[in-house]
């Protein structure tokens, strides 16, 4: 697929996407959405990439959210579909089994933020903002942002943002939770690169096991997560990478990774 509103560019393991629509803030519309689902497929599948990081262009935004221009035209059928296929599109970044970084440049609204969330860890800028703005529109956040807002930060919180619609800034956002670190404007694509690099030298197959069992045990009982959690410590004994990182701090030496 040709991307219109989107920049895809492997560096060394790295997919960097870009969405690409600055004069409109970066807005989700239809087109963009379905670019992301064939970033996030290629992500999720293509063997050279090993994690991504996830961008707006420009300085003002990193996505204001779906756009509202498409939402304007939608009625209960096609709505309900529009938001079932943004839900999908940002599960497959989710669950696509490498890690995934926001690096978040600008304005995370409505869609923004929701995407970011799915994303698994936040980078911000110091001029970020974030909010779930929907019900100043009459509609709902549709994207996971009932879902995976409290997830992130708690019930009460999100609530508080969801049922305002106000913004907050990127040290609130790092005050409650909603991401995880807060840089200079100058400094965030680095920072993210510099983050996901660290992660990507870790043994692959525990981190990909790492973030399944997060992902899924969140929707278990204790003792389901705790059993998923130790058949996953079992299924890593299986392999070469274990072997390798055990023997290599015993040798006092850094550990070869093979994704085996
Ligand atoms: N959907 C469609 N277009 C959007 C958009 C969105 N979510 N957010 C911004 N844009 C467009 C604007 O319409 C404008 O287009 P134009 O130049 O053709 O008129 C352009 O992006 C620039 O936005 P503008 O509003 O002029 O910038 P600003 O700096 O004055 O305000 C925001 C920035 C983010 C506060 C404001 O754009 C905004 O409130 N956007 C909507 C946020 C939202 O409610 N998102 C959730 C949607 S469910």
Redesign the pocket.
């Known amino acids: 697929m040709t991307y219109q509103t989107l920049l895809f560019d492997v560096r060394d393991g790295v997919a960097f996407v870009t969405i690409n629509r600055p004069?409109?803030?970066n807005?989700l519309n239809d087109q963009v959405v379905e670019e992301l689902a064939d970033a996030a497929e290629r992500i999720a599948t293509e063997p050279p990439v090993k994690g991504a990081i996830l961008t707006g262009a420009g300085t003002?935004?990193f996505v204001?959210?779906?756009?509202?221009?498409d939402?304007a035209k939608q009625g209960p059928f096609d709505g309900k579909a529009r938001a079932l296929r943004g839900q999908a599109v940002l599960r497959r970044l989710e669950t696509c089994g490498k890690p995934v970084i926001a690096a978040i440049n600008g304005?995370a609204?409505?869609?923004?933020c929701e995407l970011a969330m799915a994303c698994h860890l936040r980078i911000a800028s110091e001029t970020a903002k974030f909010g779930q703005?929907?019900v100043?529109?009459g509609?709902a956040p549709g994207y996971g942002g009932t879902q995976r807002l409290p997830r992130l930060v708690g019930k009460g919180v999100a609530l508080q943002l969801i049922l305002s619609g106000e913004m907050i800034d990127a040290r609130e956002a790092h005050r409650i939770g909603l991401v995880n670190a807060v840089v200079a404007p100058a400094q965030l694509l680095a920072e993210a690169e510099r983050t996901l690099r660290g992660i990507l030298a870790m043994g692959p197959l525990a981190v990909r096991l790492a973030l399944e069992a997060v992902d899924r045990g969140l929707d278990m009982t204790l003792d389901d997560g705790l059993l998923l959690e130790a058949n996953h410590f079992g299924l890593l004994a299986a392999t070469r990478d274990m072997k390798e990182g055990l023997a290599a701090f015993l040798e006092k030496r850094p550990p070869r990774f093979e994704g085996r």
């Open positions: 004069d409109k803030l807005a003002k935004a204001a959210g779906a756009d509202i221009g939402l304005y609204l409505g869609g923004g703005p929907e100043k529109l509609i």
